[in-house]
């Protein structure tokens, strides 16, 4: 079994560099032909932080920090980032 960094994976969901891209899709295929497969631990949060990356003024790591606050029921995820001012379920610090 191995593990995949969080940049390779959003790069084979969101196809966003093709040539970075192509490489992911190269290992997922050479993963399949082995036999083996890969698991997103917390599926649900991690499709949440993506879309909200896609649509929203933070990054994925962001969105999936803030998702996993809220899983823990915090109240909010306290932040310096401005690009975070106004999301939901994030309070800026200043």
């Given at each position: 079994?191995?593990?995949?960094?969080?940049?390779?994976?959003?790069?084979?969901?969101?196809?966003?560099?093709?040539?970075?891209?192509?490489?992911?899709?190269?290992?997922?295929?050479?993963?399949?032909?082995?036999?083996?497969?890969?698991?997103?631990?917390?599926?649900?949060?991690?499709?949440?932080?993506?879309?909200?990356?896609?649509?929203?003024?933070?990054?994925?790591?962001?969105?999936?920090?803030?998702?996993?606050c809220?899983?823990?029921?915090?109240?909010?995820?306290?932040?310096?980032?401005?690009g975070?001012?106004?999301?939901?379920?994030?309070?800026?610090?200043?």
């Amino acid at each position: 079994m191995r593990g995949i960094d969080t940049n390779v994976l959003v790069r084979y969901v969101a196809g966003d560099d093709a040539r970075q891209t192509a490489v992911v899709e190269r290992l997922m295929e050479q993963s399949s032909e082995a036999g083996q497969s890969f698991h997103v631990e917390n599926d649900p949060l991690v499709r949440r932080s993506l879309d909200a990356s896609r649509y929203g003024t933070g990054d994925f790591a962001d969105y999936v920090i803030g998702e996993m606050c809220l899983a823990a029921a915090c109240e909010d995820c306290i932040t310096f980032d401005r690009g975070l001012k106004g999301a939901a379920g994030f309070t800026l610090l200043r």
